[in-house]
């Protein structure tokens, strides 16, 4: 049940973002918009499912990055008849789709992965006691030192 929500959530925030580019600027016709919407979904709920547990979150958004603007871009072409390049709307659909994904990467590590991944630096801190050192001494031992070296 918790890959069908997953899923949703995805279809919705890819869908919204594909109406909003396609849909209002390049006049696309729903079927198409919704074509594209299912296969840009698919495609990175996929990677989402095998690739994203392995990796560090930063590589996945540069990764779906790269993959959103050839999808976009390639669907796109195959989608959208229009006379103007449609590379413009395939960046910017990579570019908030990667804040999207960024955001539902979390939620799909906690949905579904069950994020047993622990902090990568210590985080139990302790403070240390020690005696104050006369500054003036330090810098007077090393002095002794360096006149001795010579």
Not at 73 to 81: D, K
């Given at each position: 049940?918790?890959?069908?929500?997953?899923?949703?959530?995805?279809?919705?925030?890819?869908?919204?973002?594909?109406?909003?580019?396609?849909?209002?600027?390049f006049?696309?016709?729903?079927?198409?918009?919704?074509?594209?919407?299912?296969?840009?979904?698919?495609?990175?709920?996929?990677?989402?499912?095998?690739?994203?547990?392995?990796?560090?979150q930063a590589?996945?958004?540069?990764?779906?990055?790269?993959?959103l603007?050839?999808?976009?871009?390639?669907?796109?072409?195959?989608?959208?008849?229009s006379?103007?390049?449609?590379?413009?709307?395939?960046?910017?659909?990579?570019?908030?789709?990667?804040?999207?994904?960024?955001?539902?990467?979390?939620?799909?590590m906690?949905r579904?992965?069950?994020?047993?991944?622990?902090?990568?630096f210590?985080?139990?801190?302790?403070?240390?006691?020690?005696?104050?050192?006369?500054a003036?001494?330090?810098?007077q031992?090393?002095?002794?030192?360096?006149?001795?070296?010579?």
């Amino acid at each position: 049940m918790d890959y069908i929500r997953v899923m949703i959530v995805k279809f919705i925030g890819i869908g919204i973002l594909t109406f909003s580019l396609y849909g209002i600027f390049f006049h696309a016709t729903i079927v198409n918009l919704l074509l594209m919407t299912l296969v840009v979904a698919g495609i990175t709920f996929i990677g989402d499912l095998f690739i994203l547990p392995r990796i560090n979150q930063a590589v996945a958004a540069v990764g779906d990055f790269a993959l959103l603007f050839l999808v976009y871009w390639a669907l796109g072409n195959l989608v959208v008849e229009s006379t103007v390049s449609l590379l413009l709307p395939a960046l910017a659909a990579a570019y908030f789709g990667t804040l999207l994904e960024s955001i539902y990467h979390i939620y799909v590590m906690d949905r579904i992965h069950e994020s047993t991944s622990t902090a990568t630096f210590s985080t139990d801190f302790q403070t240390e006691f020690a005696e104050d050192s006369d500054a003036h001494d330090i810098i007077q031992n090393s002095k002794n030192d360096s006149q001795k070296d010579e």
